[in-house]
């Protein structure tokens, strides 16, 4: 599904009215409509709550008129606050205020009265719907319309934001005025893309889809690159499985990984391979930990490769990864494999030289900084992991910087280099070199936990094995990690799952989805 920017989204309703013959009049009715059933879903006794309604001048306000009339119709007490003089209200948007006048919904201009009546409404209220401004945001929210959202925020009310909650910069997800906290939004036609990611999906609460009769072709327009993943998108990537397979039919992971008091990333990460459905897995680790792992791992092959002094490995070790790693489908490097000087060199050298898929992660990306020239020489696709801090790292700027851009940073090195980014984190988001940007829609602190990258990695390595392009696998995987860490946390709460938790749950996830 696309996710748009308030911009793409004027456009797309500017062809379904232009291009389409759809009338304003029209699209605003069928809004109305489905923003009252949606209702109806959410709170089954509706009929029975004392509703107000906040509705600006613009089309979002005219929303919210035509929800108006439809709860008035339904035998719900509605009260509708006008955040304009009434002659201000223009085009659609007046024209279904008329209508409700005229049926006798209570309408009350709220400037013409005390902020403290306000204050009283809403306390008295049991819904709060907000129609103030949608994706119509201009700067920051100021006057009569600050207030009110302050009072609202403060009320401990069930809250409804139409299209957008009101102060929240439709297109990046910031909030840098008063903004409404809502509940549930219930978004027309496509999510946007500030809906998505934070802090404006702690806005948002949960985010509802409706359709109000915008053609397909217009919603499905290719050259919109930003979208949101989906079961039905997911299980189309995931790789064929033959009933006449064998284990060579899979493909094969090599995953070097690992260093003194970081075995549990190695063994995380090549065990999420195996259970995601590759053929053969072998974990490359420095020499004098390879027994610790024999112990440790059945399923999975080790290679004991040579190693420095500080137990990580070592360029010693080069000669024989180039002439193992022809034999594999895919490379993992990075899962707690150090930043040992002479590892990091080693780590450059192999990505460079590697004439097989690669997916980067943890502290290869932090030998990558050291020298992003490798990221160009390269001849192979390639997938990066980055968290947060390792991005920062990586392009050498601040985590504020990168939290404040993540949709526009991920994408901007994915084109400039040529390769998959996944840059995790709450909302994952995974870019390409085209642009075209998926966005992730999970929820789960318990997903925050130490081993829980080194998960991701082997579950992408796992899919590219079996065939699946590296962009694929990226978006494939990503989806497929949060779904087990989703089942991980059923069973043992937020609070208390840690990384293997959410390994243990890897087959589940992709039972469910097949």
Do not use: W
């Not at 829609?441 to 079996?466: E, P, R, W, Y």
Request: glycine share 10%; net charge neutral; aromatic share 4%.
């Amino acid at each position: 599904m696309k996710v748009v920017t308030s911009r793409q989204m004027r456009e797309i309703d500017r062809k379904a009215i232009e291009e389409n013959n759809i009338s304003g009049f029209t699209l605003m009715e069928n809004a109305g409509l489905r923003i009252f059933q949606s209702l109806k879903n959410i709170y089954p006794d509706l009929r029975l709550k004392k509703i107000i309604i906040f509705s600006g001048s613009g089309n979002n306000g005219g929303d919210g008129f035509v929800v108006s009339r439809h709860l008035h119709d339904y035998g719900a007490k509605v009260k509708v606050f006008l955040l304009a003089p009434f002659n201000k209200f223009k085009g659609e948007a007046g024209e279904k205020l008329n209508i409700i006048n005229k049926m006798g919904v209570e309408l009350t201009e709220a400037d013409a009265i005390k902020l403290e009546e306000i204050k009283e409404a809403i306390q008295n209220s049991d819904l709060i719907i907000d129609a103030m401004l949608g994706t119509g945001l201009q700067g920051i929210v100021t006057g009569l319309k600050a207030k009110i959202i302050d009072l609202v925020n403060t009320a401990g009310k069930e809250v409804v934001a139409i299209d957008v909650p009101s102060g929240l910069n439709t297109d990046s997800g910031k909030i840098e005025g008063p903004c409404i906290k809502a509940n549930h939004t219930i978004t027309l036609a496509l999510p946007k893309i500030g809906l998505l990611l934070f802090p404006g999906a702690s806005h948002a609460g949960k985010v509802t889809v409706e359709d109000i009769g915008i053609p397909a072709h217009l919603l499905k327009n290719i050259k919109i690159k930003t979208n949101i993943i989906t079961e039905e998108i997911v299980k189309s990537l995931l790789p064929f499985r033959a009933t006449y397979s064998h284990k060579g039919s899979f493909g094969k992971v090599l995953i070097l990984a690992g260093s003194v008091g970081m075995t549990g990333a190695a063994y995380l990460a090549s065990e999420a391979a195996m259970r995601s459905g590759t053929g053969i897995v072998t974990l490359g680790i420095p020499r004098s930990l390879n027994q610790i792992m024999e112990v440790k791992l059945t399923e999975v092959m080790t290679l004991p490769l040579a190693e420095t002094e500080k137990q990580s490995l070592g360029e010693e070790a080069e000669g024989t990864i180039s002439k193992l790693i022809k034999n594999y489908s895919v490379l993992g490097i990075g899962p707690g494999i150090s930043r040992q000087t002479e590892t990091k060199r080693l780590i450059r050298k192999i990505i460079e030289k590697a004439h097989i898929s690669l997916v980067v992660d943890a502290d290869a990306i932090y030998a990558l900084s050291e020298d992003l020239s490798v990221l160009k020489k390269t001849k192979t696709p390639l997938v990066i992991t980055p968290h947060t801090g390792e991005i920062a790292k990586l392009i050498n700027k601040s985590i504020d910087f990168i939290l404040n851009n993540r949709l526009d940073v991920t994408r901007e090195i994915a084109q400039k280099y040529g390769i998959v980014v996944v840059l995790k984190g709450a909302r994952t988001i995974i870019a390409n070199k085209e642009g075209e940007v998926y966005i992730n829609a999970g929820d789960n602190s318990g997903m925050a936990t130490g081993g829980s990258g080194d998960v991701l990695t082997g579950i992408i390595c796992s899919l590219i094995a079996q065939g699946t392009d590296n962009f694929s696998a990226a978006i494939a995987g990503v989806y497929i990690h949060s779904l087990a860490g989703n089942l991980a946390r059923d069973i043992k709460g937020e609070r208390g799952m840690i990384a293997g938790d959410i390994l243990s749950q890897i087959p589940q996830a992709f039972l469910n989805l097949e």
